[in-house]
């Protein structure tokens, strides 16, 4: 062992100091400054060094995890910005978005000012789809917190604005899994900010990349996707200008109202047309795709092999996890499947960790678009790139070719 050569301290710290390991991380952040990327690489290793007592007892596989997920969105994990949190779950490490860190993302998405606060039920405030305007006073009797409010104001000076009551805050609480203890119950107030943020970032146009960690996130920490958080059955009150807008949260609920008699069923609409996301074309859905297998058999059962097996291979190469499979998921499923000649869910599953595992960061490294399952398993239309059949032949990233971006990645670091 040299002299020089620094001893890890901790199973992660082992791994952030392998150079393979070292070019994954770099990869994946979302910086073009190398000086930047260093400073965020310096500050996952320096936590990996001396971790706190909070994530003493995490496996280092899940800890590496979340260093990965915070890279990728460009976020200090659990550091002095209060960015991303690794918070563990047993003896599993799972990444936590902060308020800080949702800002960051915002703000990298267009947005100018984001302004959020409480509404009590002695303030005085008017709201309108597109502003919110809060007046109160410093006196301490505001009342009892009845709401939570976010104002976007984006890059081109319009604004977007999100407004819940207590109910539907407290809806999310009761989703999470730390509902009666830490931040929930010693600072409601701060929570119910970043539950009212996380909801107006739906406004915001996201990367993919980012969206699809956002919203991982958030099923880990809220147990729901995409932050819904609408009260199921529960009707919205329509804004009243400058009446109290939160008023339904205090009001009392209308006296039940016997069943009517069920309406005779009503012909089944068509749905929409979907546009192809790579050649722009409009995709009618009331047409069979040309070419496509029979079909994967029950709906349900399908799927869910389908949801299970994408994402364990997206984990695996560190692309975005499909939460749902959509109606446009499938017929792109479809369409690979009868490419490829396979009907069976799991033979084509098979067939997909077999020719998609081989890719590496370097392969998609410089793609105008994210990358993502959906790219590298759709059929491509009018001469497009069919990344699928070159990772089929083949086509990756060289040995000696990795070497050299190592050898860069270890001259850039120091180490």
Known sequence: MSENQIVARTPLEAQLRDPGRQMEIMRAMPFDSPKTKHALMQQFVDLARNPPKSIANASPASL??????????????????????????????????????????????GVKEIHTGLVHENDKYEWTERDFRLSRTLSDDRGEAVGAYCKLVMQDGSNQCEVMTKAEIEHVRQ????????????????????????????????????????????????????AEVEIRGAPKAAPKGSQAVLEAAKAPEPPPVPPAAPEPPKPKQQAPAEIDPETGEVIPTDLPMPGSPPSLGKPKAADTVHLARSQRLAKRLGLPVWQKLTESRRRLLKERMAEEGLKDTQAFWNRAEAVLGRVTPAYYEGWSE??????????????????????????????????????AIDELMGW
């Open 175 to 226: 989703k999470s899994k730390a509902k009666n203890s830490g931040p929930w119950v010693t600072d409601w107030g701060q929570m119910a900010r970043k539950t009212v943020l996380r909801r107006a970032a739906n406004l915001v146009e996201l990367r993919e990349r980012e969206a699809g960690l956002l919203a991982q996130a958030d099923k880990t920490e809220f147990q729901f996707e995409d």
């Open 370 to 407: 994210a990358a993502s399952l959906d790219v590298l398993i759709r059929v491509p239309k009018r001469g497009n790139p069919d990344h699928w059949t070159k990772l089929a032949e083949g086509q990756v990233l060289k040995p000696h070719e990795q070497q050299e971006k190592a050898s």
């Open 64 to 109: 590496f995890e979340c260093v990965l997920g915070a890279a990728r969105l460009g976020l200090q994990l659990n550091g002095p910005l209060h960015q991303a949190s690794a918070v563990c779950y047993g003896n599993t490490a799972q990444l936590i978005v902060e308020y800080r860190g949702l800002v960051k993302l915002m703000r990298a998405g």
